[in-house]
């Protein structure tokens, strides 16, 4: 089953679905002689067991280590003898497995890739390894104060959702994963009728397709269905942590609980990207201008709203003083208020809808890019017409619905400080 898509810009994706369930996206891009395939999983963190967080983590480091036919030095060989670069990487809502070649070597590192997709063999040395490198980042990670206190943050708001922890897992976690494990994982997710290819360069989408049906066609998906997944319903419950630590600035982090991505709740989505991008993106954004440049208080404030399968969160953070913590987080929440408070100018919200698209469209330069981006729209069941849709959203927000949707989701925050004592516990 085949389909075209015109999207803005005169750019085309191929569509095809092979008959055992891989779905295959296909941009021509001759302008260099390179491809880049993204290989995307539905996997990830948000998939893993409380008890196993960190998991697809694992996996990720050690797929690549051997395989039934293949050693790892064979493996990293054949992809450094030609120039080419292949990666794994696990991320909250999708594993993804990375190819970029010349096109004459593309057939060769796909090859080289279904392998890895196919016969993994997880080497019990390199389990090893790969699980104390693990420990040694989760180890470093909770001596970063800003990362120590957006863990209490994500703790605090997602409850028992995998979206609670770190895609590293935690110490204990790591520790307790065998190799069993891994292989119980691969075989679970790793099938044809749970992959999407989305490549994009120098082919045409007759040769891509041929090319995936005649490497990975034969793989037949098992009769065991996919595992269904139920996790718990995030739910507002407001809260405030201090974690006292002789550090010399003070971590100062708002968060409030905000839509998934889906056709539904687009609007909200949109105008939310859009105050993210008003409120903490560059140094032109408001936190940055009121509260570093006129106030001094920062030594760094920004903010993010990441796209998820399941509810995200808007966050607001800085770093300041210890002396300033006080002052910081009521000039944090002040910011944040304000957008519902008051709509923004008929000129704040154009300038942030052209920062905001601009930037997309320079997200979008590279056959890498374009793999990425149009992969994981078809992984989180968007469609690549969510690039259309996107961008139409974002032109649509009026400042009366940003300001609205703003009240609705910017109440009563999540709070996390992390700094000396003497300057957060009585906040």
């Not at 679970?188 to 045409?204: E, K, Q, V, W, Y």
């Not at 998906?221 to 405030?240: D, Q």
């Not at 001094?296 to 903010?303: D, I, K, P, T, W």
């Amino acid at each position: 089953m085949t389909s075209t898509i015109a999207l803005p810009h005169n750019r085309i994706i191929h569509r095809t679905v092979l008959d055992n369930g891989i779905t295959v996206l296909v941009t021509e891009n001759p302008s260099a002689d390179i491809i880049a395939a993204r290989l995307f999983f539905k996997a990830g963190s948000r998939w893993e067991s409380i008890e196993q967080a960190g998991l697809s983590h694992l996996v990720a480091a050690v797929m690549t280590k051997g395989t039934e036919k293949h050693s790892s030095l064979e493996i990293a060989e054949r992809v450094e003898s030609i120039g080419a670069s292949l990666s794994t990487d696990a991320a909250s809502d999708y594993f993804l497995l990375s190819i970029k070649t010349v096109s004459a070597d593309f057939p060769e590192m796909l090859k080289l890739a279904g392998e890895l997709l196919r016969s993994a063999t997880f080497p019990e040395s390199e389990v090893e390894l790969e699980r104390r490198l693990a420990l040694q980042a989760i180890r470093s990670q909770q001596e970063q104060p800003f990362t120590v206190a957006l863990d209490r943050l994500r703790h605090a708001m997602y409850g028992d959702h995998p979206y609670a922890l770190s895609g590293l897992g935690s110490a204990e976690t790591v520790a307790n994963l065998k190799r069993e494990d891994l292989q119980h994982y691969y075989q679970t997710h790793f099938r044809p009728d749970n992959l999407t290819i989305s490549i994009a360069g120098r082919i045409t989408p007759e040769e891509a397709v041929s090319q995936v049906e005649e490497i990975l066609g034969s793989w037949r998906a098992p009769l065991v269905p996919l595992p269904n997944l139920n996790l718990p319903i995030v739910a507002s419950n407001p809260t405030r942590s201090a974690v006292p630590q002789d550090t010399q600035q003070s971590i100062v982090i708002l968060g409030y609980l905000a839509p998934s991505v889906t056709p539904e709740t687009m609007e909200d989505y949109a105008a939310l990207k859009l105050l993210n991008t008003y409120l903490g993106n560059g140094l032109s954004s408001r936190l940055f201008v009121e509260l570093r440049e006129k106030r001094g208080l920062a030594y760094e404030v920004s903010a993010f709203y990441p796209t998820r399968l399941d509810t995200s969160y808007f966050v607001t953070y800085m770093g300041t003083a210890p002396t300033n913590t006080a002052i910081a987080l009521s000039g944090l929440k002040t910011e944040v208020d304000r957008l519902c408070d008051a709509p923004l100018s008929a000129e704040e919200i154009q300038v942030a809808k052209n920062k905001l698209l601009g930037q997309y469209a320079l997200g979008k330069q590279t056959n890498s890019q374009l793999a990425q981006i149009f992969g994981w729209y078809e992984t989180l069941g968007l469609g690549v017409e969510f690039d259309s849709q996107f961008q139409d959203a974002i032109a649509k927000v009026s400042a009366e619905a940003a300001q609205e949707i703003a009240c609705r989701y910017f109440g009563e925050p999540y709070i996390s400080l992390l700094g000396p004592a003497d300057a957060i516990e009585s906040l």
